[in-house]
């Protein structure tokens, strides 16, 4: 990559929920460009492979194992980076879950799980690594959005309300953030091939949807998104702030 506005030697990306799915994607392709990289997950076994996966490459791997909703546990593995002398230059918030249930039968409970996975673990990591970013003068943040930051669909009402808070977090973050040197912004993936789509994927009717529906007559895969993660990690986007980035194969630009 040598001294390309998109290299990412020397930097240390954390990206939270990057076991498997779409984290793990960005990681590599964070990694591809030149990122040391910070796994995190809740799984001890699923980040032990997704690092072979990714030392595999020669890639420079750590993994961080700790549940983004349990601040005392974020506090902790922020202080331990801060005791390594481990500097996270690089923020991926992407950590999510999927509820879905229409709103008329959903338990609170099961509501309250999605915002505080998807929306309040982005405000609470989000708050830890811009302190330290802001010590230093520079940062980016990349938070993960949806179509449904946007656009409603029946049955997943939590998982909308979160992904559409993190589109306005995101702007709450570059309105305060921006003068301390740290660009905040967002990607906001369409219907990819992950482990949470299954039961969409493996559903006739919804798949012929999600196919009529993208202008691209496809579902995404998640190395997909790696092009934007890497610009928005890099110094291509050192002017960019607050915005939210679509890789969605056209959905959300047409009817
Ligand atoms: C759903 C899906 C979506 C996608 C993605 C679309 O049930 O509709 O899970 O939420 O995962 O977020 O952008």
Redesign the pocket.
């Known amino acids: 990559m040598g001294n390309s506005i998109f290299d990412l030697s020397g930097r240390t990306a954390l990206i939270t929920g990057s076991s498997r799915g779409l984290g793990l994607a960005i990681a590599e392709g964070l990694a591809d460009a030149g990122a040391r990289i910070i796994l995190n997950g809740v799984s001890e076994t699923r980040l032990a492979a997704a690092a072979e996966t990714l030392r595999g490459k020669s890639h420079d791997v750590q993994t961080a194992r700790f549940d983004v909703t349990d601040e005392t546990a974020v506090t902790e593995a922020f202080t331990r980076f801060d005791a390594e002398d481990t500097a996270i230059d690089i923020l991926v918030n992407n950590a999510g879950i999927?509820f879905?249930k229409p709103m008329l039968d959903l338990e609170t409970a099961d509501w309250q799980r999605v915002i505080d996975t998807n929306l309040t673990s982005a405000f609470v990591i989000g708050r830890e690594a811009a302190k330290r970013m802001a010590k230093r003068g520079h940062g980016k943040i990349i938070n993960i959005g949806?179509?449904?930051s946007e656009l409603a669909?029946a049955t997943?009402a939590p998982?909308t309300v979160a992904?559409g808070g993190i589109k306005m977090l995101t702007k709450a973050m570059a309105a305060e953030w921006g003068e301390l040197g740290i660009q905040t912004n967002a990607i906001?993936?369409?219907?990819?091939v992950t482990d949470?789509?299954e039961a969409?994927l493996s559903n006739p009717d919804f798949d012929a949807w999600v196919k009529a529906r993208t202008p691209m007559r496809r579902w995404g895969q998640p190395d997909e998104l790696a092009g934007t993660a890497v610009y928005l990690a890099s110094n291509a986007s050192n002017y960019v702030s607050g915005q939210i980035i679509y890789i969605?194969g056209g959905m959300i630009s047409v009817l």
């Open positions: 999927q879905r949806s179509l449904t669909r997943v998982y992904k906001g993936p369409g219907y990819m949470m789509n969409l969605d």
